[in-house]
């Protein structure tokens, strides 16, 4: 399904419905919006795990634009102040208030610019594997922890000099180590749909993955 957020169609999906029967009322569940990582992935990342809420919510799925199934659009609009007003357009859009938002990598990045820039907006904010300020020295440590000094190099290749054949490097042999399960063949790897432009335009030290921080705007 799609909605238009600011100009561009945005996809989205739902797992679980929103009122669900209680004796004699109908109950209104809380709505959680899953915002995925990447950039250039797709909310398929979240499946099947997150599903697992619609006992207790309603779960919104959706692809950022610039990826996924939603809108292409200019590169110039594929910034984190852009992402953050889509998260609250689509909540605009699909009637959505006081929302349970998820975010997780670079999904956590595009929450917290929703939440700097329309605070109170949100019933509440979790946020996985993510930062208010990126570390790249930081990762590239863990790399080389989990997957030895090759795995290391190629991650910092990638990050440094963002190409397209550095990052078909990376996916295949650094992102496996994303997960202490299954290292080697994620199942969830190959269903994801890429938009490999839109995370050359933002990766690394250089572009704004290395310079958004949002530690003061937090407080």
Known sequence: MFVTVNGAKLYFDVDGEGLTPDGKVMREKPTVIMVHGGPGGDHSIAKPYFSQLTDIAQVIYYDHRGNGRSDLGQKEDWNLSQWGDDLKGLCDGLGISKPIVIGTSFGGFTTLSYATRHPNHAAALVLISTAAKFDFSAMYQAFERRGGKEVRDIAEAYWTRP??????????RCVPFYSYENVGSPDWLPRVLWRNETALW?????????????????S
């Open 202 to 218: 933002f990766n690394g030290p250089n572009n704004e993955h290395g310079q958004f921080d949002y530690r003061d705007d937090l």
């Open 163 to 172: 190409t397209d054949e550095g990052r078909e490097l990376y996916k295949k």
